[in-house]
């Protein structure tokens, strides 16, 4: 069974920096792509970043030079680097693997139970 666990979110002035962990546990045979999606009070999820696995990287507009994404392979865990916080960042923050269990299966999406996210002001 594989479970992703993320760590790090919490409350955190305006300026300052957090860095999220998305650890994935149990068996996982590949992991294509591993991203950040965030749900703030009122608001559809959205994708934050994104990286495949030829470290390839995307990222919504507003987090661009603040945030970054990575991956350490030999871990099976990713991270998101969040600097220079907004409170406008505050959210509850999901961790999203897409990958395979087994080399004979489909690509499935798997999801993390969520970090929250504060930035005051």
């Known amino acids: 069974q594989v479970q992703l666990v993320e760590s790090g979110g919490g409350l955190v002035q305006a300026g300052g920096s957090l860095r999220l962990s998305c650890a994935v546990s149990g068996s996982m045979f590949s992991i294509n792509v591993i991203g950040w999606y965030r749900q703030a009070p009122g608001k559809q999820r959205e994708l934050v970043a994104q990286i495949n696995s030829l470290a390839r990287t995307n990222y919504v507009d507003s987090v661009k030079g603040r945030f970054t994404i990575s991956r350490d392979n030999t871990k099976n865990t990713a991270y998101l680097e969040m600097n220079s916080l907004k409170p406008e960042d505050t959210a509850v923050y999901y961790c999203?693997?897409?990958?395979?269990?087994?080399?004979?299966?489909?690509?499935?999406?798997?999801w993390g139970q969520g970090t929250q996210v504060t930035v005051s002001s």
């Open positions: 999203n693997v897409r990958g395979k269990q087994h080399y004979y299966e489909l690509e499935n999406d798997y």
